[in-house]
Structure formats: C-alpha cells, structure tokens
RNA sequence: GGGGGAGUGGCCUAGUGGUUUAGGGCGCUGGCCUGUCACGCCGGAGGUCGCGGGUUCAAAUCCCGUCUCUCUCGCCA
C-alpha cells in the first residue's frame, strides 16, 4: 500500500447521491461521496462501486486517462470514505448486475479524494453473508450501511412523513407529551428514574401516552397524534423492545367508527404511498366473538380462508369412545377443510399431528376425498354417508381433507387456530405480498386475572363498555362488551384503540370493577377523575405500532431491522452497553443504594 | 423465572471420538491482468475450535458447569 494521507473536503460540494444517477445524466459533470462498497482492480483499470445511503454507482479509474489518478485509486480498499468528481456516462459495457438501479450509468473519474481509510471491517457490508446478530449491534453504524438496513430506515422515514402529512391534512395537532410520568398500577412493568430532587420519590416512563391524551381531549385540542416513544420493562421478543413507538391518536366528539374511517383513511394513505399498494376504502370488521369461533384468534390471518367450523350436531354420536365421551362432556367437536389435502401422505398427516400436539391438542382426526373415495380413521363409525354429509356441509370437495377434533369450545378454537396457521404456513399459504386487513371489534371489557383473582381490563381501564352492555357491568361483568378495536393485518395486530370513558362516575365503576379502591383510584387518577368533572367531550383513540407497521411493510419478520438501534433479547444495547453501573457518588445523588442478592 | 437452538482465524461456514498439520468461501496481504460487475489467476499471513472442569491412549467432536447470542413459554393495562 503507497503511502498518503487523509484529505480535507477543502469546500467539496457533493451534486448527486450515487443511487440517484440514470440515463439522463449521462454527460453531468458529478461530485459523489461515500464508501467504497467494493471494488474490481483488473489492472490498468479499475472500478469501484461508491456506495452512499441512496444506492451504489459504479465509477471508473483508466491508466490511459490519467496514471497518477490511477496510482492513487489503487490504494482503495473497502470502505474507504471517498469524495469523486467525474463525468457521468452511459456505460460502454451493459451491466451484468441488471439488479442495479444504476446499470445504465457509470462515472469516469477525474478527481479522487480519500477523505478516510478503514480498517478491515468486523462485519462486511455486502449482503451475501449474515453476521451474528450481536455482532452486528455492536457494529451498528456498518450493519446500517447495507443497502438493505438503508432502506428499511428511509422507508421509516418515509411512513412517519407520511403519517404527518396525512394527520395534518386531517387538522390533527402533534403535540408531545411526556416522558417522565407517573408510574401506573394496571399493565406492564414501569421503568422508573429516580428523582433527585424529590428524596425517594420515581417518575417512571411512559407505557403509552394515554392519560396525556385524554387530557389534551379535555383541553379542547380536538384532535391530536404523536409518533409517541413507549417503555414496558418486560422481557423481549423478535416484535418486542423495551422502548417502541407508536402512532398515537386521540380525537373529540366522535364515536367508534370516526375512528376506524380516520384510520381506514391512514391505512390506505400510507400503502399508497409508500408500496403503491391499494388498500380497500373500507376494511372488513368482524366481533371479537366471531374471530375467536371462526378462526381461533383475536387477531386472525385471513390470507388463510380454512375456517373453523363446529360440527358437533351432524356427527352426534358415533359409538367412537373419545368423541362420544367428548360429547357426553358437553365438549365441541369441530374442524376445518385443507383444500387439495385429500391426497395428503401418511407423513404428512402426521405433520399435523404434531402441530395438533404443540397446540395441546392430544388428537386430531382427518376425513380424507380422494379421487371419488372417503378415507378415514373415523369412517368405520360414522359411516361412509354421514363422512360425506359431513364433507358437503363443511364444504370440503375431492381432493380435500377435514381436520377434526374434541375439546372444550373455546380452547378448542384457540388450538385448532393454531394448527389452521401451521398447515398454511407448511402449505406455504402465508404469501407475503398480500395484505388482509381485519377490524376486530366489540372486545370483552373484562378477563379474568387467575393469578390475582379479580377481574383486570381487557383493553385498558379507560375503555368504555358498549352502552347497551353498560347494564351488566356489576351483575355480569364478563359479558360486558366493550367499545375497543383492533386492526389486524395478516395476523398481527398492528393498531389497538377504543371509545373512552369521559363521565367520573363510569369511569368510578370500571375502576371499582377491577378492584381499584376509591382511595387507590383517587391517589392514580385522581386528576382524570377531576377533570371528568370539567366537561370532558365524548372521545375515541387507537395506537399503531409504528415498528410492527414498518416491519410489516419493509418485508422484515423481526422490528429489530426496522429500528436504528434495537436493544438485544437482554434488553442490553450491545452497542452503547446500556444498561451500566452508575458511580457511588452518581446513587447518592438520587438517593439510591444497591441491595443486590 | 422455564424450555429449545447456536458459539470453529476479522466475517460466513465444513467437520459428531483417530485420514485434522482443523477444510472451504469472503475479507486482509504480495504479484499478474484494460471492461469488470459477488471480476479472474498465482502466492502469503491469520485459529489455544467461547471459557473452566471431567471422561478417554486420544476431544472441535462425549459429559458437567459457566458465559454470550438467538428463538420461545410465562409476561407484555
């Protein structure tokens, strides 16, 4: 390697991103700058792919041109951070690389600038080969130079944009709310900071802005969002980090589907924009009741149409012991049609099994149509007739099979929803390209806390029941409905909101419904309740979580591609180290002291 | 808190008790090469196989412990 050294810009001004380059640029004299991604030295020519965030061009060096120029781009080694003047121009050669959205171009180099070297990289930035995924957060900045990791930030840049643009449009204010609040009993674990100032006293991080919001609705503000940060200390997940964001939303003097049309709007706003995807105007709503019966799941994948259907009544009593025994438990049996199955492999059907086994599901049984024969274990009780009255009622042809099995109704849905997705999934049904978006609706108010033996909110504790159910709220609160939503996509569960209580007096009942006393509601939310008081307006709010949305539509399985700086399964961030130990003197500022077992 | 998977030069990996002096690719490095595009060709350096202990004539390989990364159940109003 010859010897030089690092350059000053010296009042370089870059014209161009590198990836922006085509065609009609061919001619421009261009100033570039960014990182060497690689480089091909044939000998007496060579060519480096310059890479910056917007995408890669290829520039040439030629002996023939100009030796010393040469010379010095043979010290080039990757990474390297360069600054290149030269002249853009169609490529002499097409390019191999048809990938490239720069193929057609490439600049011959008339003045390079080394503007830094690099060390070999712990990590590589080509996308050929994955590093471990510590490595890679502790590598962040060069984990963030793939092309892949740059666009995956842009494209977030591009959907929160997008997010403003179209909540301005909609005359929504964005007002930020803060960050040391108070820490909350109901939900997820808090952070918490201590305070200096107050001796002994924490404000914790927010799990979710909500309280603030509802204030903002009782200020008159009408209509508000954040891309608001959220905290819960609990443990992580591919789609989970202790700090995530949400798109925040909260309007005034609206009912439930306000809401779900405001973000209907949204949805179809941000598909256009960002993937020149159409989005139905109006997405499909389906009662939590009905996606709990039908699919087994609150947050049902309709990319999967195998529907689960009880058919207790047409099988009735068989003289088979596990289903008679089943029945004489008052228990379900119920099952769904895996279309173009019927032909399935012995091997195969105990695939299937085992899904039916990781679902708590000890048997599952099939009824198989296969080239105009009924096969199945099952066949010598119910019969070759009823097989095939049950096969038309639940709409399964030749060539398809039932899955069936017994259980108590609603588990039995929950595990069969579960064996429904890992058929789709081995069938490879879970196409990725498609988008099905679900409203789930009319959520129970109340679920019943095992552990704590009381009843805890469903959504959150200022969620208002449907007001034809608001009856039953004391005499039987777990039918109680309420007015919450959530919007699903392929399964996941991308937005949560509801209609708020905005009455002291409902919201005194819900408190009292999941055990808070009045003194212990007072002492938390005690300023809700008061301003209740000042004419609070009938108001409506939803979250979407802006890592799973991002994930969602850059085509990544974990947030962590989406986000800049993620933190580890450990909560730790591999990059900065946080968590650390503080100083003695840092603990005794805020009047702390270890007890560490 | 529980369960599963993984850890081999800077990176990705092959190797499941003896043919291993741990093999390959990328990267780095010396040389050759004027149209490559994951350029090519010839050479070179770089490894206590995460760490500690054990079993064995012999351990990257088997066992125990431990650390780290990852997936997951619980948990996530």
């Not at 990289?121 to 900045?141: C, F, N, T």
């Not at 591009?158 to 929504?172: A, L, M």
């Not at 009735?316 to 004489?328: P, R, S, Y």
Request: net charge negative; with cysteine.
């Amino acid at each position: 390697m010859s010897e030089y050294s690092p350059e000053p810009l010296n009042g370089l001004k870059r014209t161009d991103y590198c990836g922006d380059l085509r065609l009609k640029d061919a001619g421009r004299k261009v100033t570039l700058m960014g990182w060497v991604h690689r480089r091909r030295d044939l000998g007496g020519l060579i060519f480096i792919e310059l890479r910056d965030r917007s995408g890669i061009v290829q520039c040439v060096f030629d002996q023939n041109v100009s030796n010393e120029l040469f010379e010095k781009a043979s010290v080039l080694r990757n990474e390297f951070t360069v600054a290149i003047i030269g002249q853009a121009d169609q490529r002499k050669v097409p390019a191999k690389n048809a990938d490239l959205a720069t193929k057609d171009i490439e600049v011959n180099v008339e003045e390079l600038h080394i503007l830094n070297t690099c060390k070999p990289l712990p990590i590589q930035v080509s996308e050929e080969q994955v590093a471990d995924e510590g490595l890679r957060m502790k590598y962040r900045y060069i984990d963030l130079r793939k092309p892949r990791m740059a666009r995956n930030i842009a494209l977030r840049h591009k959907i929160t944009k997008s997010v403003r643009d179209y909540f301005d449009s909609k005359g929504f204010y964005e007002i930020e709310t803060p960050i040391l609040v108070a820490s909350t009993p109901e939900g997820a674990r808090d952070y918490l900071v201590p305070s200096r100032v107050n001796p002994g006293k924490f404000y914790a991080l927010p799990q979710s802005p909500q309280l603030y919001k509802q204030m903002l609705m009782v200020s008159g503000l009408d209509r508000y969002f954040q891309i608001a940060r959220c905290f819960r200390d609990e443990d992580l997940r591919a789609d989970r980090q202790p700090e995530f964001t949400q798109i925040d939303v909260e309007m005034s003097f609206v009912e439930r589907d306000d809401v779900l049309e405001m973000i209907e709007g949204l949805i179809h706003h941000l598909f256009t924009d960002t993937l020149g995807i159409e989005v139905p105007a109006k997405l499909q709503r389906m009662p939590y009741s009905e996606a709990l019966e039908k699919y087994g799941s609150d947050k049902p994948d309709l990319r999967v149409d195998m529907v689960i259907q009880d058919v207790t009544e047409t099988i009735g009593k068989t003289g088979f012991v596990i289903l008679d025994n089943a029945l004489e438990q008052g228990q379900k049996i119920k099952g769904f049609v895996v279309k173009g199955k019927g032909g399935s492999t012995r091997k195969e059907q105990d695939k299937y099994k085992d899904f039916g086994q990781n679902a708590s599901l000890p048997g599952l049984f099939f009824i198989a149509r296969h080239e105009g024969n009924v096969k199945s274990s099952l066949l010598k009780y119910l019969g070759e007739e009823k097989a095939l009255t049950l096969c038309e009622k639940m709409g399964a042809e030749d060539g398809d099979l039932v899955v069936l099995a017994a259980g108590e109704s609603r588990p039995l849905s929950v595990a069969l929803g579960k064996v429904r997705l890992d058929i789709a999934n081995s069938l490879n049904l879970l196409n990725p390209q498609e988008y099905k978006f679900l409203w789930v609706v009319d959520f129970p108010m109340y679920s019943w806390n095992e552990e704590e033996n009381r009843l805890e909110a469903e959504h959150h504790p200022f969620t208002s029941p449907l007001p034809s159910d608001a009856d039953k709220l004391e005499s039987a609160p777990l039918e109680v409905r309420a007015a919450a939503y959530d919007l699903v996509l392929n399964g996941c569960e991308l937005a949560s909101g509801s209609v708020r209580i905005h009455q002291r007096e409902m919201q005194e009942r819900i408190f009292k419904g999941i055990g808070l006393s009045i003194e212990e509601a007072e002492a938390k939310f005690g300023f809700l309740l008061t301003a209740f008081g000042y004419g609070a307006p009938p108001h409506a709010g939803i979250a979407l979580g802006l890592d799973r949305l991002t994930a969602i539509i850059a085509g990544e399985t974990s947030i962590r591609e989406v986000i800049a700086f993620p933190k580890n399964t450990n909560g730790i961030d591999l990059l900065s180290g946080a968590p650390v130990t503080v100083t003695d003197e840092q603990m005794k500022l805020v009047h702390l002291k270890y007890d560490l077992d």
